[in-house]
Structures are given as C-alpha cells and as structure tokens.
C-alpha cells in the first residue's frame, strides 16, 4: 500500500531536478564546461555510492540464506540492469552533451530533442532505484528501513540538482526560451516518480526477488556512470575537478546512507 511517506519519497529526486532545472529562469550565462564537469563528477559519485550502499549491499544480504553464493541473486540482478540499459541506449536515439553524433537508430529528431531523452534515459534506472528501495520498505521484509530509502531519496534529489541545470541551460543557449527549457528539463524528471512508482507496484508481487531487484537498479545506474557520466566528466583539460568532486559526491551519499539508515 503506497503510503504518503512512500509517496513523498518517491517524488523527492523530481523536485531536485525542477529546482536545478530552474537555474535557467535566473542564469544569463550557460555553465561552465569547468562547471558541467564538477557536477557531472559529483552526480557520479552519488550514482555509485548509492548503487554499494543503498542497493548492492542490502541485496547480498538479504541472500544470507545461500551462504557462500550470497553474491549469485546481485551479480545475476546486476547484469540484468546493464544489459537492460545496453538495450535502451541502442533502440533509443538519444545525444549526449557535448557530443557530435546520436546514438542510437538514426532518427530526424532534431538535436534538442535527442539531449532531453539522454537525460531521460539516464534518469530510468535513478526512479527505479529510489522504487524498488521504498517496495522493499514496504514489504517489511527486505532489511530496508524507511530512513535507507529517504536517504537514497534525497542523495538522488541531491544529484538531480545539477543534473537539472546541466540539460536546461544548453538548451536555452541553443535558442530555446527560458520558459521551454525550463519544461525540458523538468519533464526528463518525470520519468523518475513514474519509474519508481511502477516498479513499486510491480515488485510488490515478488517479494522474494528482491535481491534481484536491488542488483538491478544499481547495475542500471552505473551503466549510466560509466557509460556517459564518467566520459563527460573527463572531457578537456583539467578534468581532475571531476575526480574530486566525484569523491565529494561518493562521501555525501555513503554518510547520508549511513547516517539515516
């Protein structure tokens, strides 16, 4: 049953994104690429703490049970979520920041447009990450507590932030108004309570697979990570500002994830 606790969570890491991609109605200047890599390290860092911390982990224990193979349910659940992930990224035509060239089918979609459903595809995995963590919540039976999921909630919301403004600034120095790249970037944050609302719904028929779920979510965001974030982030020179700012981002969630867990 979806609580309003449940549902306050779910919408948390939405309304980091809005508020980020608000950054467009006050701004005159387009970020910085200096700016877009520090936070580009920064969300990855959250990315991958939260996938350890608040996925991966809980998920092995959950299959203390099968002793020494504790790891099968969240090495299988891991690669269930990069190969969903590798499969999206190939049937959906998508551009990545600073990229020349689309991924994905050739499509006549115009160059914005491709820009948003990166951002939407690369926040997927983040709202089905913060639902399967509120369905184990729920299920009362997936060591998960409410104070783990509110964590994972709002180190998203955190990382969701930059994320907002790296997606709608570009897009108004594109030639956008202020008022349509606003919208942009709020409805590629859309995905992300619908995502985790889904997932809530559907995981809670298979309690059993939890694991499987978790290790899922956490190998669909660091495709994310590796795939795009970490290539972005070292882009030009002086990316090392990545590197320190992925470290702030990684630190931040793990004490979240511990500290309200």
Request: charged residues 10%; contains cysteine.
């Amino acid at each position: 049953m979806l609580t309003p606790e449940v549902l306050q969570g779910i919408l948390i890491p939405f309304v980091g994104t809005a508020a980020g991609s608000a950054c467009v109605l006050f701004m005159k200047k387009e970020l910085n690429p200096k700016v877009q890599r520090a936070l580009t390290g920064f969300a990855s860092g959250v990315m991958v703490a939260a996938s350890i911390w608040s996925l991966l982990i809980p998920a092995m224990d959950q299959s203390e049970k099968l002793g020494k193979f504790a790891f099968a349910p969240a090495a299988v659940g891991f690669w269930g979520g990069i190969l969903f992930l590798l499969f999206l990224d190939m049937v959906i035509p998508h551009l990545h920041m600073n990229a020349e060239k689309a991924e994905g089918p050739k499509s006549s979609l115009k160059n914005t447009t491709m820009m948003v459903l990166a951002v939407t595809l690369h926040n997927i995995p983040e709202g089905m990450a913060v639902g399967v963590v509120y369905a184990g919540y729920l299920s009362g039976s997936a060591l998960i507590t409410a104070g783990g999921a509110l964590a994972l909630a709002l180190g998203i919301a955190i990382q969701n932030f930059p994320e907002g403004a790296i997606i709608s600034m570009p897009l108004h120095a594109q030639g956008k108004p202020r008022g349509k790249a606003f919208w942009d970037g709020v409805l590629s944050g859309a995905v992300e309570p619908l995502g985790a609302l889904l997932t809530i719904l559907f995981a809670g028929f298979f309690t059993p697979l939890m694991p499987y779920f978790l290790a899922f979510a956490a190998g669909a965001m660091l495709y994310v990570v590796v795939e795009e974030l970490i290539p972005e982030m070292s882009q030009g020179e002086h990316s090392n500002i990545g590197v320190i700012m992925f470290a702030l981002g990684f630190t931040l969630m793990m004490a979240l994830d511990v500290a309200l867990g």
